[in-house]
């Protein structure tokens, strides 16, 4: 205690200790795993060994009255988010704190060596309005004193989340900070499942929102900070509107195509510190979100964008995916091991695998694509970018000739999807792209203009289509020429929300919402990827097998669908089947191709899960107070024989 810890002993990538000073003598303590658990301080710490935790210390305010007579001991925590401010019983006191829409970042430059739980200068203008609200909200501080103002610096994170777990920089470093101001009352959960990762070495529980590899580094600069940390503080009492967009720090990542879709009326919205597409609205027009429970301004548009997907051709910006080039004699075998499909295939193979931990569950949900015999590329999702590229390089035995190379930035990719895409691909780079030239899950490389594109054929929006991966370079040159040529095609613009209506049409998976580190291949009808016999095995082999042993699962993803077309789904709606609940909803959205609201979640049943069950279950999903009827299969609702891909 009292001992000023001055960096980490970090040797060969792994945390092995502290440096540390105490009463004018240094010292090293040195261990098998290192916690990094030091509250706003853990940002300073971490960035000497090149780890920028997204955590800022802002201010913090709140009030204690002087003795109230008659305030029950036993008041109840009142939360009033409208107003910022939460109250609670203190001694006889009242304490009013606030979590205001504005905040005030503190020590950008870094915390003063001398500050240990001080307190800060009070500023009565920044908390006067929260006071104002008080008293109208409590009219019997209108004769109360104040005997105590505090203002006291608290960490927060971009997303208002905690970071746990092991860092993808420094093996066996672990983090417990950034509680924004829930520390407390978090405390005990947050203990227990930190001390069973730790001793695991894995996460005992899906916890995608909390993990520390969730983040980019981008998020945890300096600037991006002190953004926006001013908006994250009142996020915690801000209206939690589905699909609601940060409007701090925003820009930070941006596709070569940004502008020309922001002139195209492109609304962004932001996932990882990428500016991404969301919707369209009228081309020079500058859209913006109206939130609701109902459905939001961008509905419509994006019901068109789905239109073009199903009649025509839609081109979407996915510069956002995380790609990883593996390369070495030994690359084979590395994915061999963690994926559960056979990527052991002939060059231009697209593989559709999961990467699982031993216990069975899904770390990864992804694609592989085999360049050489010698050489992979591997696309992820935007949320995991860092955890599964920290997933692959731990998997990378110390003898493998394999090295892993993030070539995200480097190689932005359009997704060219619809029933118009391959006469549009065709006119533009004059390739032969039939199914007998070109068959689904293949990938070449192909010329549009002046640039070699590799053009995949595969598909998350479940529509004839092709994804392009071009050279940084290239890109906007490619986009010029299909722009060029595509409105003879029915060529239209589409974003995210149009992309995310689609893929729950055809029941695809979203790794961190539909399929997670607790869920089985067999959980999630995704054992068809296992490929059991191939040599080696892979990771998760001898879990899963008990579990066929034991049969078909209790506990299986389904695919919903609302008898009531005005309802909608967004996520962790509850589920029941013949009056009780057995499961909730991991995503939702409206299908527009199917005119319906779409769901997906996990159902657990006293007897095996098959459709002859489901049919004969009266299933409802809770929605705000009531009940609303629905159908659960297992199959997609949207051309469930993959008719329209494969054509």
Known sequence: ENAEVSEFVVENGRAVGVRFAHDGRVGELRAGTVVLAAGMWSHALGRQIGLRLPL????????????????????????????????????????????????????????????????LPYDFDHFEPVLEKAVERVPVLVGTGIATWFNGPESFTPDDRYLLGETAEVRDLFVACGFNSIGIQSSGGAGKVLAQWIVDRAAPLDLPGMDVRRMHPCQGTRAYLAE???????????????????????????????????????CMGELGGWERPNWYGAPGSSPAYEYSYGRQNWFEHAAAECAAVRDSVAIFDQSSMPKFLVQGRDACAVLNRICTADVDVAAGRVVYTQWLNTRGGIEADLTVTRLAADRYMVVSSVGSHIKDLAHLRTHIGVDAHCVVTDVTSGLPMLGLMGPNARALLAEISGAKLDSDAFPFATSQEIEIGYAIVRASRITYVGELGWELYIPAEFALHV??????????????????????????????????????????????????????????????????????????????????????ADELLFHEEPIFADGRPVGVTTSGAFGHRVGASLGMGYVTMDEPITTALLQSTRFEIGIGDRRVAARAQLGAWYDPKNERIRS
């Open 56 to 119: 800022q210390a802002a201010e913090h305010f709140y009030v204690v009255t002087e003795p109230i007579a008659g305030l029950p001991s036993n008041l109840p925590v009142l939360r009033v988010p409208d107003e910022w401010a939460y109250y609670k019983e203190d001694a006889g006191k009242l304490l009013i704190g606030a979590f205001e829409p504005l905040a005030k970042p503190w020590a950008l430059e870094g915390i003063p060596r001398e500050f240990c739980f001080d307190e």
């Open 228 to 266: 926006r940390t001013r908006e994250s503080l009142g996020l915690l009492f801000a209206m939690h509107w589905p699909y609601r967009q940060a409007e701090t720090a925003r820009g930070a990542r941006r596709s070569p195509f940004h502008d020309r879709l922001l002139a195209a009326g492109a």
């Open 479 to 564: 986009y010029e020429r299909i722009f060029a040529a595509g409105s003879a095609h029915g060529l239209k613009l589409a974003g995210f929300h149009a992309l995310d209506c689609c893929r729950t049409e055809k029941g695809y998976r979203h790794w961190s919402h539909d399929v997670g580190i607790e869920d089985t291949p067999f959980a999630a009808g995704l054992g068809f990827t296992c490929a059991w016999d191939k040599p080696g095995g892979f990771i998760g082999r001898e879990a899963l097998l008990l579990l066929r042993e034991a049969g078909p699962p209790r506990r299986r993803l389904v695919q919903i669908r609302l008898n009531d």
